[in-house]
């Protein structure tokens, strides 16, 4: 049952991608990639992210994709335009650049993890159970990477500084 | 458990936003699929963490952070770049190009 779930979200999230990538609305491209963002989001719960699966829907599929479909309209680029895509020779490259890569990166999972490294199997899982969804990972996130926290908090400050500023008019 | 899986459609995930950022020539577009990439990163992150203990879990959310102030920041480049030249097309954006 889990292993279905885990493929039919892995071939929504795959196809969703690939009408994603070659819709020539960026309105269809965007919506597109929540339905894509979404299935991640599913995939997380079968991995054993509950929390994370709750953030992704919420910031990704929430946040940042209503901050994309805004800018579209804002620009008003809702109108399918004449091909933004490239030409045939651009089409080739594209093509066999990302076959190389799915390549290279499928031949990466032959890498054994070291034994020394890997948990006995259900550790994540136990203590999801055990201390909830959000304690499991807020407790590491509060206490060793308390610091790149912290760090990550001015970098949102200096975003939201940033973004204030290039898209003024006059500064 | 579902290890390998979960790695095979992070890489598939990835490529398809690789092919997406050589393909096309909208900006914005090509925004969402540097979003995309990172979303196949964090499913990388995630499976892996199942096996090597939930820092995996943390990293996702800084890679979340980081994308975030990506979007912002790129989309505020984007509207200040299309008020210069009225359109989001790459291939019209040329000035910084050698």
Same mark, same amino acid.
């Given at each position: 049952?889990?292993?279905?779930?885990?493929?039919?979200?892995?071939?929504?999230?795959?196809?969703?991608?690939?009408?994603?990538?070659?819709?020539?609305?960026?309105?269809?491209?965007?919506?597109?990639?929540?339905?894509?963002?979404?299935?991640?989001?599913?995939?997380?719960?079968?991995?054993?992210?509950?929390?994370?699966?709750?953030?992704?829907?919420?910031?990704?599929?929430?946040?940042?994709?209503?901050?994309?479909?805004?800018?579209?309209?804002?620009?008003?680029?809702?109108?399918?335009?004449?091909?933004?895509?490239?030409?045939?020779?651009?089409?080739?490259?594209?093509?066999?650049?990302?076959?190389?890569?799915?390549?290279?990166?499928?031949?990466?999972?032959?890498?054994?993890?070291?034994?020394?490294?890997?948990?006995?199997?259900?550790?994540?899982?136990?203590?999801?159970?055990?201390?909830?969804?959000?304690?499991?990972?807020?407790?590491?996130?509060?206490?060793?990477?308390?610091?790149?926290?912290?760090?990550?908090?001015?970098?949102?400050?200096?975003?939201?500084?940033?973004?204030?500023?290039?898209?003024?008019?006059?500064? | =458990? !579902?290890?390998?899986?979960? *790695? %095979?459609?992070? @890489?598939?995930?990835?490529? &398809? $936003?690789?092919? #997406?950022?050589?393909?096309?020539?909208?900006?914005?577009?090509?925004?969402?699929?540097?979003?995309? =990439? !990172?979303?196949?990163?964090? *499913? %990388?992150?995630? @499976?892996?963490?199942?096996? &090597? $203990?939930?820092? #995996?879990?943390?990293?996702?959310?800084?890679?979340?952070?980081?994308?975030?102030?990506?979007?912002?920041?790129?989309?505020?480049?984007?509207? %200040?770049?299309?008020?210069?030249?009225?359109?989001?097309?790459?291939?019209?954006?040329?000035?910084?190009?050698?």
């Amino acid at each position: 049952m889990v292993t279905f779930a885990f493929w039919l979200f892995s071939g929504v999230a795959i196809v969703s991608a690939f009408l994603c990538i070659t819709r020539r609305s960026p309105v269809a491209s965007a919506l597109w990639l929540v339905n894509t963002f979404f299935s991640i989001a599913a995939l997380f719960i079968i991995l054993d992210a509950h929390f994370l699966a709750a953030v992704q829907v919420l910031v990704y599929a929430g946040a940042i994709m209503v901050l994309f479909l805004f800018v579209i309209m804002l620009l008003n680029l809702g109108r399918p335009g004449p091909g933004d895509m490239k030409g045939w020779w651009g089409r080739g490259v594209a093509g066999v650049a990302g076959l190389v890569l799915v390549g290279e990166l499928l031949a990466l999972r032959l890498v054994v993890l070291p034994a020394q490294l890997v948990l006995p199997a259900g550790t994540v899982a136990n203590a999801v159970q055990e201390q909830g969804a959000v304690q499991a990972v807020a407790t590491p996130l509060f206490q060793a990477y308390l610091v790149p926290f912290e760090i990550a908090s001015l970098m949102l400050l200096v975003a939201i500084v940033g973004a204030v500023v290039l898209a003024k008019r006059r500064v | =458990m !579902l290890l390998g899986p979960s *790695l %095979a459609v992070s @890489a598939i995930l990835f490529s &398809l $936003g690789v092919v #997406g950022v050589l393909l096309r020539r909208n900006a914005i577009i090509i925004f969402m699929c540097i979003e995309l =990439m !990172l979303n196949a990163v964090n *499913l %990388a992150f995630v @499976a892996l963490s199942q096996q &090597l $203990g939930i820092d #995996g879990q943390v990293f996702v959310f800084f890679v979340m952070t980081v994308a975030a102030a990506e979007a912002a920041v790129g989309l505020a480049i984007v509207i %200040a770049v299309y008020r210069h030249r009225d359109t989001v097309n790459l291939q019209n954006i040329n000035l910084l190009r050698g």
